[in-house]
């Protein structure tokens, strides 16, 4: 699984194009708990809180994370980076997984049913904030509708699964963190900190937060970072 | 990567718990590729399209596809499902990919962004169906708004991302389809059939979608199948 560019290529520090309060704070995360010299970037959320387009001059979609590898491949999607990055770099294999099906079961849910969800919600959230009174009353009304409808059972079955996934575990990947553990902070950052979820009901899961807070890679991410603020759309 | 149960459990024939309408349908389709023997169980939508709790006894988060190995494990996530299928079924790798960068961006795309941005327009279309007139003119408006705003640009610039990696092969795989056209089968035909985007605007990635109605292995899925239509949300 090593890069598949020309293998003559001098090699030069990969680079992380990042987006403040974006789901690549992830990859940050990863990149720190690697260790290893790379360039960072960073770039800032417009006033529509929209990327900038100055990341379509990297890659047309526009989207960030972009991570450009030491040998010059430009690779998007969350996934297939942090993939990457744990094959590429993480030699000792402190951070692999010792069943592919769960991992990728988890990595998949994290972006697929999780994330669609939180989404939503916060197309609601937006919808109520754009549209002037009285109309804004109704976008509320309709979401309370939706909610109690169908997305409070559905966080509420999706955190269930979570929490007996990882059970009494430290991390969803074992006595480390894993590929699955990268990938479901977003999501769970996302709906902790926009309250989706109140985290507190499920308390092995908000213990697995606060333990990513607490680890320095994390810490260092953030300041190396430009804002991982979710609450401000 | 094969599966991980105790080696010594006789073998039975695989099982799909399969549910009419839903992204099962690229799971059922990848299995009549395989030509595996296995077991098809088919589920109906609900009145309000939603999964039968029926699914609930199999797997706690009640979603399809579900698939049960041939030694009982229950795998959920279609992409660990196809890739499960691919790895363990797919012995002449007639399905393979030569880039695994490339398979896997393809592949979580499919259920990211696409999919992401298909639900939210479903979710429009279900505000403005289930909300009273005059309400449902407002839920109109909100649409429109959104789609001027955000989602109908958005599209075009998925699609065009799409054409770009499809190129002229016949398939995102190349030669043969792979994972990455087994996963995009499901979000193309969501936005295909909802009329999200118009195909023929994108006439390469609308001869891939014809292409993959033409293959026996797609119509006997049909056939096994209870239905796949989009547009009755």
């Keep these: 699984m090593a890069d598949s560019t020309t293998p003559g290529d001098a090699p030069q520090k990969p680079t992380l194009h990042h987006l403040s309060d974006s789901q690549s704070q992830r990859i940050l995360w990863l990149l720190e708990e690697l260790a290893i010299p790379y360039t960072l970037i960073n770039y800032k959320r417009d006033e529509q809180k929209r990327s900038p387009p100055e990341l379509k001059t990297i890659h047309p979609l526009g989207r960030s994370p972009i991570f450009v590898t030491a040998h010059g491949r430009i690779i ?125 009901d499920f308390p092995t899961l908000h213990a697995w937060r606060m333990r990513i807070t607490e680890r320095p890679a994390w810490k260092s991410a953030l300041e190396k970072g430009n804002g991982y603020d979710l609450t401000s759309w």
Tied chains: 1, 2.
Excluded at 94 to 107: E, G, N, P, Q, V
Excluded at 112 to 125: G, N, W, Y
Excluded at 155 to 172: H, I, P, R, T, V
Excluded at 175 to 181: F, S
Aim: hydrophobic share 40%.
């Design 76 to 200: 998007t999607e969350s996934m297939t980076i942090a993939t990457y990055l744990l094959e590429t770099y993480d030699i000792p294999k402190k951070f692999a997984h010792s069943d592919w099906i769960r991992d990728m079961t988890l990595t998949s849910f994290s972006g697929t049913s999780l994330l669609d969800l939180a989404d939503t919600e916060l197309l609601f959230d937006l919808a109520a904030k754009h549209t002037p009174w009285p109309l804004s009353y109704i976008t509320r009304y309709i979401k309370k509708k939706y909610d109690s409808f169908f997305s409070t059972a559905e966080f509420e079955k999706n955190m269930e699964f979570l929490a007996k996934e990882l059970g009494d575990q430290e991390w969803f990947n074992g006595k480390e963190p894993g590929r699955a553990d990268f990938m479901l902070s977003w999501p769970m950052d996302f709906v902790g900190q926009r309250g989706y979820v109140d985290l507190k």
